[in-house]
């Protein structure tokens, strides 16, 4: 079923003088199966959004529904959205604290419900999804690398089954071959397991390379919703709102500009390379 925000608004401090509308009046329909990008400038409203999206935060005005129940009724069972909508904050450090790895995996399925067979069988088999390293199954927390502690937080809610997996920033803090080895095993999980994925990023080339459907949010409200290529031909409109288009795109548009036959709305490098390769090869 999917997840659905229906003319959802939030407004942080409304009985104040000084109201916050983080949300406004945003629609979306998330249907299963999609690997979604969300992306917009710091203070665009990401992160109150994804948080929407499995009860975290209620919203002011407006409908969120899954499964076709609406989430903000009184009586809606929180926990069991969360078995379905399963969220890893940017932050690792927010979601470890049990003793060990593995007890902090086994901490949801077992607070959903499981019994401690089925929470431990749950456990070692999203540790072994995300690649964990068997060594350090029962190691602290604290002994983890960064790349460690996101792989042992997103074990934590893959353990819970879910049916939509939505990430904040990843790979903030990683380097280069970390994020990608993160994200490679996202992508992997979405195509393996029909995992809806909602990636929240900064990294236009991220977003570019491996999702189908890109939200743009901007001052609270989804500016654009469209596949990659049609989101980030709006290179004038995304600067303005302080976003850029990935870096290949903008090699491709410089070199249409300096006389060569690219495509200018290459997304990736590898689309970039193969671009400029057949112009070379057209001009010689």
């Known amino acids: ?4 925000l229906d003319h959802v608004s939030q407004i942080y401090n409304a009985d104040t003088e000084n109201p916050v509308k983080a949300l406004d009046d945003v629609n979306l329909v998330i ?4 690997f979604i990008g969300v992306i917009g400038h710091t203070g665009s ?14 919203p002011t005005s ?3 529904y899954y499964n076709g129940k609406d989430i903000t009724d009184k009586d809606f069972n929180k926990k069991e959205l969360r078995k379905h909508v399963g969220l890893v904050f940017q ?4 979601q470890l604290f049990e003793t060990d790895v593995f007890a902090d995996v086994c901490f949801g399925p077992g607070n959903i419900g499981m019994t401690r067979k089925e929470a431990e069988m749950a456990a070692f088999d999203a540790l072994r999804k995300v690649s964990f390293p068997e060594d350090l199954y029962y190691a602290s927390v604290f002994e983890l690398s960064g790349g460690q502690k996101r792989r042992a937080a997103i074990a934590g809610v893959l353990a819970m089954k ?6 904040d920033e990843p790979t903030a803090g990683l380097d280069p071959v970390g994020r990608t080895e993160i994200l490679d095993m996202v992508s992997e999980l979405h195509k393996t397991a029909g995992i809806t994925i909602i990636l ?14 890109v939200v743009v949010m901007d001052k609270g409200r989804v500016a654009y919703d469209d596949v990659p290529r049609e989101v ?18 903008k090699i491709a548009r410089q070199l249409v500009k300096n006389g060569l036959d690219v495509d200018p709305g290459v997304l990736t490098s590898e689309e970039a390379a193969d671009s400029i390769y057949k112009a070379l090869m057209k001009n010689r």
């Open 200 to 213: 929240v990023s900064h990294s236009m080339e991220d977003v570019a390379r491996y999702v189908e459907r």
């Open 62 to 64: 407006g409908n969120v």
């Open 45 to 58: 409203g990401k992160s109150t959004l994804i948080q929407h999206m499995n009860g975290l935060i209620l």
């Open 232 to 249: 980030f031909s709006h290179s004038e409109e995304l600067e303005a709102m302080g976003l850029a288009i990935p870096e290949p795109s």
């Open 1 to 4: 079923m999917p997840l659905i």
């Open 31 to 34: 249907p299963e199966g999609q």
């Open 162 to 167: 879910p049916d939509f997996l939505i990430l």
């Open 91 to 94: 932050y690792p450090e927010h």
